[in-house]
């Protein structure tokens, strides 16, 4: 049974960074990510378009505590593909792929990020836009230990209204203190309603929780002539300083 998208990140406090793909209608894929953060450094940052990329900057550079987790492209094109990643990771997989190497072969050289107690999960997808089919990965700490790195790979083929859904952390939290459990299962089937592109964004950016979200990227690709759509959201402005 499909799940309903908005109500399930109305129902969630802090899912942390999330990837979706699938497709809209007979003619339109999509893929969507959205980034949330607690502290002051995970929230001062802003998507920007680069080309048909999108990168992560600092909304004030002055702010910046420690970029290694928090700057980096969240979406980057190669070829006929279109790589979305919660990390570094992103430059990994567009790296193997100029070496007709593939997204698993790159991924199995990466691993959860280090930041404990958390070991925060390495969320990706590749999508495959003469084959119409995408994968999703996550690396992940077995049992939030931070000692063996589990890597799972999903295999999937655009279904119209269909979707799916995974994000790096499993449950709400009840205070700042609490340690972050880990997505747990396989990604979420849900239903991707026929809107535009500039519609599909609001209601997502809606539905995510008001206190912890920070920018959302949603890319809309026409099946027949592959042209790409984006729509931005941000909470914060770069700063002019």
């Not at 799916?164 to 747990?184: K, Q």
């Not at 519609?199 to 099946?223: H, Q």
Request: proline share 5%; net charge negative.
């Amino acid at each position: 049974m499909k799940l309903d998208l908005f109500d399930e990140l109305k129902g969630s406090l802090y899912p942390g960074r999330g990837i979706i793909v699938g497709q809209i209608d007979s003619h339109t894929i999509c893929s969507i990510y959205f980034i949330m953060g607690r502290s002051k450094n995970s929230q001062n940052r802003v998507f920007v378009e680069d080309g048909e990329n999108v990168k992560i900057l600092p909304a004030n550079p002055k702010l910046v505590e420690d970029p290694s987790l928090i700057i980096y492209y969240p979406v980057r094109k190669y070829d006929n593909k279109l790589i979305v990643t919660n990390g570094d990771q992103t430059d990994t997989i567009y790296n193997f792929l100029q070496e007709n190497k593939s997204f698993e072969e790159s991924l199995l050289t990466r691993e959860f990020e280090p930041d404990s107690p958390n070991f925060t999960p390495r969320i990706s997808a590749i999508i495959d836009f003469e084959k119409m089919n995408f994968k999703l990965s996550i690396l992940k700490s077995e049992e939030n230990l931070g000692l063996n790195c589990q890597r799972f790979f999903f295999n999937y083929t655009f279904n119209p209204n269909c979707g799916y859904f995974i994000h790096t952390y499993a449950t709400n939290i009840p205070s700042e203190s609490n340690v972050l459990l880990s997505f747990n299962g396989e990604p979420k089937l849900i239903d991707l309603p026929s809107l535009n592109i500039e519609e599909l964004a609001s209601k997502i950016w809606n539905s995510l929780n008001e206190k912890n979200k920070i920018s959302l990227v949603v890319k809309y690709i026409d099946v027949k002539t592959k042209q790409i759509t984006t729509k931005i959201i941000n909470k914060y402005s770069l700063s002019e300083e």
